[in-house]
């Protein structure tokens, strides 16, 4: 997983993709195994979904402030 940049995109695409199925079975397992009345499998998917969202949104938020950085050190 370390190369997978080295990759063609078709195969980074479902590497990432299995890494992301991986992550939300494992996600699941730990709410499940937290809290057995939480069979919900939606209910589970909306949260993890939610944080992969947020975790998205702040990078994008960093790299938007990175660039203004980097436009503002041309300017100059």
């Given at each position: 997983?370390s190369?997978?940049?080295?990759?063609p995109?078709g195969?980074?695409?479902?590497a990432?993709?299995?890494?992301?199925?991986?992550?939300?079975?494992a996600?699941?397992?730990?709410?499940?195994s937290?809290?057995?009345?939480?069979?919900?499998?939606?209910?589970?998917?909306?949260?993890?979904?939610?944080?992969?969202?947020?975790?998205?949104?702040?990078?994008?938020?960093?790299?938007?402030q990175?660039?203004?950085?980097?436009?503002a050190?041309?300017k100059?």
């Amino acid at each position: 997983m370390s190369n997978i940049i080295t990759l063609p995109i078709g195969p980074r695409i479902d590497a990432i993709s299995e890494r992301l199925q991986d992550e939300l079975e494992a996600h699941a397992n730990e709410c499940r195994s937290h809290n057995p009345k939480l069979t919900d499998d939606r209910i589970i998917f909306e949260g993890w979904a939610i944080q992969k969202i947020a975790g998205l949104h702040f990078l994008v938020l960093e790299l938007v402030q990175r660039v203004g950085e980097l436009e503002a050190r041309k300017k100059r």
